[in-house]
């Protein structure tokens, strides 16, 4: 059963408007989280993290939430750009396991000129 | 350029012919994992490795094996491949002090299609 979930495959935005990209967990150890961004033919790529300490954390363009109480995260994305356009991977790490992650099944964004 | 590279990129195979992924890093990380991606089920881990001569399996280690005789390096072993491991897998490093979590630095890709 997996234990991070990326409810949504797809999700298509006009450039310049938010994306939001929501991803689930069931394990309430998870104590960090992180967002990765993959481009077809390459590898994924760290682009955001947060602690469970926290409930936000903002880089840029991106901010990242989290709601424990719902086991829940979400990436915003404001302005979306066409270069956005990825696989965008949420990933949990346990109990300071520092390197080992569990990763969600991704959603596909599209930014549309 | 710090990396994490990857070969083949590539492979079409048949049933039962022994394989090896290579993975190299030259970042100097102490560890190393392989992760296989399909279609809604996101990155899986298969194998990983805290160090030199240090392994031990993922989610998913079924079929494969590794070895880490060396920090850099870490491939991975399909001894008798069957379609269910085709696949495109990733190989991944981060340094023991990166921030909780883990931030992974990951290759380029492998695909591999058994037939």
């Known amino acids: 059963d997996q234990q991070v979930k990326q409810n949504s495959p797809s999700l298509s935005v006009q450039e310049g408007r938010i994306s939001i990209l929501n991803c689930d967990y069931t394990n309430s150890m998870f104590d960090y989280f992180l967002w990765y961004k993959k481009y077809p033919a390459e590898g994924p790529t760290f682009l955001i993290s947060i602690s469970s300490i926290k409930d936000k954390n903002e880089d840029g363009r991106f901010t990242v939430f989290l709601n424990k109480s719902a086991k829940h995260l979400s990436l915003h994305i404001v302005p979306s750009q066409p270069g956005d356009s990825a696989v965008y991977f949420c990933a949990a790490s346990l109990n300071n396991a520092g390197n080992m992650l569990t990763f969600g099944g991704g959603t596909r964004l599209m930014v549309k000129p | 350029e710090a990396q994490v590279t990857q070969n083949p990129r590539y492979l079409i195979t048949v049933t039962g012919k022994k394989l090896t992924v290579t993975c190299s890093q030259n970042?100097?990380?102490?560890?190393m994992s392989w992760y296989r991606q399909d279609p809604g089920l996101g990155l899986r881990q298969i194998y990983y490795s805290m160090n030199v001569e240090v392994t031990d399996k993922g989610d998913v280690p079924e079929g494969y094996k590794v070895s880490r005789k060396e920090k850099r390096n870490f491939p991975l072993i399909l001894e008798s491949p069957s379609p269910n491991q085709t696949s495109l897998y990733f190989c991944?490093?981060?340094?023991?002090?990166?921030?909780?979590?883990?931030?992974?630095?990951f290759g380029e890709g492998s695909r591999l299609t058994v037939l």
């Open positions: 970042m100097n990380h102490e560890y």
């Open positions: 991944a490093s981060s340094s023991s002090r990166a921030p909780l979590g883990g931030e992974l630095f």
